[in-house]
């Protein structure tokens, strides 16, 4: 198991952020359906969500935390997907960059 953070700043409200969060977790559940198993996410706190899913038979758990300038994002990554931790970084750069308008390069 190895540990992953990502940190994606953000200038927006945190109501903005959690509405953003909650439509791309809908649109992930359906656009991903076939390559991950269900997507569970849920708000813990108005400040934190934990997500779990699995993507090539191994379990992934983590949580999104909105601080007032950025997304905390972490992540624990399990067996194998410990060596591809680089693109799964940029992955999670870009697409919650992307949603947040704060797209890094």
Avoid: C, N
Wanted: hydrophobic fraction near 45%; glycine fraction near 10%.
């Amino acid at each position: 198991m190895k540990p992953l953070e990502v940190r994606i700043p953000h200038s927006l409200p945190p109501t903005e952020v959690r509405r953003r969060l909650d439509e791309a977790v809908e649109r992930a559940r359906t656009q991903y359906a076939d390559m991950v198993g269900p997507i569970d996410a849920t708000w813990e706190t108005d400040e934190r969500m934990r997500v779990r899913l699995q993507a090539m038979g191994m379990d992934f758990d983590g949580s999104i935390q909105v601080l007032a300038d950025a997304l905390l994002v972490a992540l624990v990554l399990p067996g194998m997907a410990g060596l591809f931790a680089g693109r799964i970084q940029s992955g999670i750069e870009e697409r919650l960059g992307g949603l947040l308008g704060s797209q890094q390069v």
